[in-house]
């Protein structure tokens, strides 16, 4: 995925992603950490900007982490932008983007924290009370080493949860991971609609893996969190298709 130097049509790539579900997608060999959301309450996050991308530095990287930060500062402009665009024709009231903490290290001392517990290890997150989206550098540079169309999805993903806690309850469904998951559908082919971001070639296959690789069948992801590689691809497929009111409860698909 880039920012685009001309727009793509994307309705051929909503399509390619749906095939995919069908024809299915292997998940990959080495076990992925997990994507997933905390619900606790956070302490004050640290004195990152709202709405700003944290400066991601890494002391031992190379070029390809370079390209990772790259990518996910892409990832966090594309996002908001298209949440800014589209917010008032969707919901009605006003919006603001969640803060973005940004990038940090599970495995060191002084994690920052969500409530009382610190950000959990090789994962990503959107805590809601404080209104931030954060994410171990683990796993992102692991997915990223798959494909850059990896960061991509993590933070629309998580996103899509800062969006849940901004909706009245009753346009929040009860399976909240798979909504997120069509909910960065909506984005990120939105976004190649808008001629903000351009598809690839390959993406929609990463994209695919991407969500095969999180999925619950998987041994090292928790039973009934985040669905099953078909359950995710197929609601991240239908926000492709269909954009974000056919990922709102009682929309008739």
């Excluded at 805590?127 to 999805?153: F, S, T």
């Excluded at 309850?169 to 903000?196: I, K, M, S, Y």
Aim: hydrophobic share 40%.
């Amino acid at each position: 995925m880039a920012v685009p130097w001309y727009p793509r049509s994307w309705a051929p790539l909503a399509a390619a992603l749906t095939l995919l579900l069908v024809t299915g997608c292997a998940g990959g060999d080495v076990p992925p950490p997990t994507v997933e959301s905390s619900s606790a309450a956070p302490a004050p996050p640290s004195d990152a900007t709202p709405g700003t991308p944290t400066p991601l530095t890494s002391p031992d990287a190379t070029d390809g982490g370079k390209a990772v930060e790259e990518d996910i500062n892409a990832a966090v402009s594309v996002t908001t932008t298209y949440w800014q665009t589209h917010w008032p024709e969707l919901f009605t009231g006003g919006y603001n983007p969640p803060r973005i903490l940004g990038a940090y290290d599970g495995d060191t001392p002084g994690t920052p924290l969500c409530g009382s517990e610190p950000l959990p290890d090789d994962n990503a997150v959107y805590c809601p009370d404080g209104d931030y989206i954060a994410w171990d550098m683990d796993l992102m540079r692991w997915g990223h080493a798959r494909g850059d169309a990896w960061v991509y999805l993590v933070i629309a993903h998580e996103w899509g949860h800062a969006v849940q806690n901004r909706l009245d309850a009753g346009l929040v469904d009860l399976a909240r991971e798979l909504q997120a998951d069509c909910l960065a559908g909506a984005v990120l082919f939105g976004a190649a609609q808008d001629g903000t971001l351009t598809f690839e070639e390959g993406d929609t296959e990463e994209l695919a893996d991407a969500l095969t690789a999180l999925a619950d069948r998987t041994p090292w992801t928790d039973v009934s969190d985040h669905g099953d590689a078909s359950q995710r691809v197929g609601y991240f497929s239908r926000g492709a298709r269909s954009g974000v009111k056919s990922c709102l409860p009682n929309v008739v698909q």
